[in-house]
């Protein structure tokens, strides 16, 4: 069984950063993609960004383009979200999320197989 387990949030100021981490257990597969997702409070879920374990491609959403980045250590199965330049719009629960092979841009949360408990991420003005 995979297991899923973020951390990093807290509260920040505009501007600042913070560093998301997902500790995953129980991967079997050599392919596989981990996105981040978030979901702020009477909005849907929605994909952040995500990276493949084949050749470590890479996505993200336009809103985060240029200020977040996606990294892992595939050989301890730690990956990260490293965000920059927070905006309070970027308050939400963010999810980390695994799925078995598949393509980073296609972020619809139904793909994904397993999820973490979620971290909560206020940046406040």
């Known amino acids: 069984e995979v297991q899923l387990v973020e951390s990093g949030g807290g509260l920040v100021q505009a501007g600042g950063s913070l560093r998301l981490s997902c500790a995953a257990s129980?991967?079997?597969?050599?392919?596989?993609?981990i996105g981040w997702f978030r979901q702020a409070p009477g909005k849907e879920r929605e994909g952040v960004s995500a990276?493949?374990?084949?050749?470590?491609?890479?996505y993200y959403a336009d809103s985060v383009k240029g200020r977040f980045t996606i990294s892992s250590d595939n050989a301890k199965n730690n990956f990260y979200l490293q965000m920059d330049s927070l905006k309070p719009e970027d308050t939400a629960v963010y999810y980390c999320?695994?799925?078995?092979?598949?393509?980073?841009?296609?972020?619809?949360?139904?793909?994904?197989?397993?999820w973490g408990q979620g971290t909560q991420v206020t940046v406040s003005s």
């Open positions: 999320a695994a799925r078995w092979g598949g393509i980073v841009s296609t972020m619809w949360p139904s793909f994904y197989d397993s």
């Open positions: 129980g991967i079997t597969f050599d392919e596989y993609v």
């Open positions: 990276i493949s374990s084949i050749g470590g491609s890479t």
